[in-house]
């Protein structure tokens, strides 16, 4: 149980990891710049905020299989497809919040920050600090959103015992067997592992909040 | 002190030109207001100078003895600004980012917000200030930052007619202790005249009139700077003249033509007429002796002081 819990941390904490250093600045772009299909763009990544993860995990099957485009790499029921698959349903998530957070920032604070001296790093890491509430539940949707989704994981990783198999799928498999009580056990431990990685976060939120 | 010179600057948004400044100089250590109407690009020309605008053509360049090329600019925005933290880190912001150290930032934050009236709001929410509180934090963030070029963007612009009288009374002082070269944008001819030396008329993009503040008031030489300084233009049959503010009475006189009334406004112990003179609406004080026309009856003007415009 212990492995299938680091398991599950490693790989869904990587992957929300990746999407922040993607996402936040893609939001921003989304959300400051002016650019021919700016718009189609955000209505892509609202689109795929709400995206089934096993439409995502079937998608990265096919990619990573081998003989899919990218089977030579081999990555296919390992757990970095299975970070990959995430990867692709977290990003969307972490674009989306960012960008809302950054739009509801007076349009002028950029303009503020250049005049008062600050540079484009110091401006964005200000303006970051400025809407830090929305990118921590950012964080918290998009990591609450891959621990708990199961086809992609299923579907990418192969839910192999030693290697693959995470506490969503190992859920699956302990209920497909007829251990009821150990898949609600999964079940209890996946939401406790939840609500303390989200209380962590609100902690740092509600410590931050101007 | 710095000067700035404005050389051949052109900004264009969407194709259209909306600032085009052949020449431009701004003298050092004075107060310069530039005056215009809505869309008339003063915030576009104010940008400019501080480096936010991008320029299609031409150079802004800061005319001073020192060594330091970075342009060093306060900004007091048009509408308040603020990062969500206390009045006492938005002040103190902007000396961290330039390096100051912590002592001297705790003198000119303690300087500042004594001389603004702000020393109170200091522990205060910063975005949560009533609109006069946050122009005058925005006063005193720029009274901080000992730039040598303050550029104010309609400093008394949202505040309620109270609020409007008591910072008006005390932003010459506060313009006097920048101590630097002040640009104030305004669409008010009275702002500019209180706060400012010179004066510049920026109409449609273009400057038409730049100088000491009283010369161009008192001579707008043409009919759009004569509106933009509140003055009536009226096109006698052989002449166009502007009449300043109250330059009007009704009656005959030596400059005189007749209006025809729309409708008498009563203003608790005084009456203002509204009219037209060849399409122009034209208010006239009526004084309580005087006999007040009725909506459609064409009465005779005069202009007791006047301007010949070219």
């Given at each position: 149980m212990t492995a299938i819990v680091l398991r599950t941390l490693?790989?869904?904490?990587?992957?929300?990891?990746?999407?922040?250093?993607?996402?936040?600045?893609?939001?921003?772009?989304?959300?400051?710049?002016?650019?021919?299909?700016?718009?189609?763009?955000?209505?892509?990544?609202?689109?795929?905020?709400?995206?089934?993860?096993?439409?995502?995990?079937?998608?990265?099957?096919?990619?990573?299989?081998?003989?899919?485009?990218?089977?030579?790499?081999?990555?296919i029921y390992t757990q970095a497809a299975m970070v990959v698959a995430q990867f692709l349903i977290a990003t969307p998530i972490i674009i989306g919040?960012?960008?809302?957070?950054?739009?509801?920032?007076?349009?002028?604070?950029p303009d503020l920050l250049t005049v008062l001296g600050a540079g484009r790093v110091r401006t964005l890491w200000l303006l970051a600090r400025e809407a830090r509430l929305g990118l921590l539940v950012a964080v918290m949707a998009a990591f609450g959103a891959i621990v708990s989704e199961v086809g992609a994981s299923m579907i990418v990783g192969g839910n192999l015992e030693r290697s693959t198999r995470v506490l969503t799928t190992a859920i699956v498999t302990e209920t497909s067997r007829g251990e009821i009580e150990r898949a609600l056990l999964l079940g209890l431990v996946l939401l406790a592992l939840s609500f303390v990685v989200n209380l962590t976060l609100t902690v740092v939120q509600q410590r931050s909040r101007p | 002190m710095t000067g700035v010179s404005i050389d051949g600057v052109r900004v264009e948004r969407e194709g259209r030109v909306v600032l085009d400044v052949r020449t431009l100089t701004l003298a050092a250590?004075?107060?310069?207001?530039?005056?215009?109407?809505?869309?008339?690009?003063?915030?576009?020309?104010?940008?400019?100078?501080?480096?936010?605008?991008?320029?299609?053509?031409?150079?802004?360049?800061?005319?001073?003895?020192?060594?330091?090329?970075k342009r060093d600019?306060?900004?007091?925005?048009?509408?308040?600004?603020?990062?969500?933290?206390?009045?006492?880190?938005?002040?103190?912001?902007?000396?961290?980012?330039?390096?100051?150290?912590?002592?001297?930032r705790q003198r000119r934050i303690a300087g500042a917000a004594s001389r603004v009236g702000v020393e109170h709001l200091l522990e205060r929410r910063a975005d949560r200030l009533?609109?006069?509180?946050?122009?005058?934090?925005?006063?005193?963030?720029?009274?901080?930052?000992?730039?040598?070029?303050?550029?104010?963007?309609?400093?008394?612009?949202g505040l309620d007619e109270r609020g409007y009288a008591r910072l008006i009374d005390e932003l010459p002082r506060i313009v006097e202790a920048f101590?630097?070269?002040?640009?104030?944008?305004?669409?008010?001819?009275?702002?500019?005249?209180?706060?400012?030396?010179?004066?510049?008329?920026?109409?449609?993009?273009?400057?038409?009139?730049a100088g000491d503040a009283h010369a161009v008031a008192t001579n707008p030489r043409v009919a759009a700077v004569a509106e933009v300084l509140g003055y009536t233009v009226l096109t006698l049959p052989a002449r166009r003249i502007a009449v300043p503010p109250g330059g009007l009475r009704l009656g005959s006189g030596?400059?005189?033509?007749?209006?025809?009334?729309d409708r008498v406004v009563d203003l608790v112990g005084a009456a203002e007429i509204v009219g037209r003179v060849d399409g122009s609406v034209l208010r006239i004080p009526c004084a309580s002796g005087d006999a007040r026309p009725a909506s459609g009856e064409r009465v005779t003007i005069h202009a007791t002081?006047?301007?010949?415009?070219?």
């Open positions: 490693l790989v869904s904490g990587l992957a929300t990891l990746l999407a922040v250093l993607v996402g936040v600045p893609a939001g921003y772009l989304i959300a400051r710049r002016s650019f021919r299909g700016r718009t189609l763009l955000l209505g892509v990544v609202n689109t795929g905020m709400g995206m089934p993860p096993v439409v995502v995990g079937l998608i990265v099957w096919v990619m990573l299989v081998r003989s899919g485009p990218f089977g030579d790499l081999g990555l919040f960012t960008a809302a957070s950054i739009q509801a920032l007076s349009p002028r604070l | 250590g004075r107060t310069t207001a530039i005056l215009g109407p809505n869309g008339s690009g003063k915030t576009t020309l104010l940008r400019a100078i501080a480096g936010l605008e991008p320029l299609r053509a031409g150079s802004v360049s800061f005319d001073t003895s020192a060594a330091e090329t600019v306060a900004y007091v925005f048009q509408e308040d600004v603020f990062l969500r933290e206390s009045v006492h880190w938005n002040l103190e912001i902007g000396l961290r980012l330039r390096g100051t150290e912590a002592r001297e009533s609109g006069g509180e946050g122009r005058r934090v925005s006063l005193a963030r720029a009274l901080c930052l000992h730039a040598p070029v303050v550029l104010l963007d309609e400093p008394l612009a101590n630097a070269t002040t640009i104030l944008v305004t669409h008010s001819r009275d702002e500019a005249l209180r706060l400012a030396n010179d004066l510049v008329v920026l109409v449609d993009g273009q400057v038409l009139a030596e400059v005189e033509c007749v209006m025809t009334v002081q006047f301007s010949p415009l070219d």
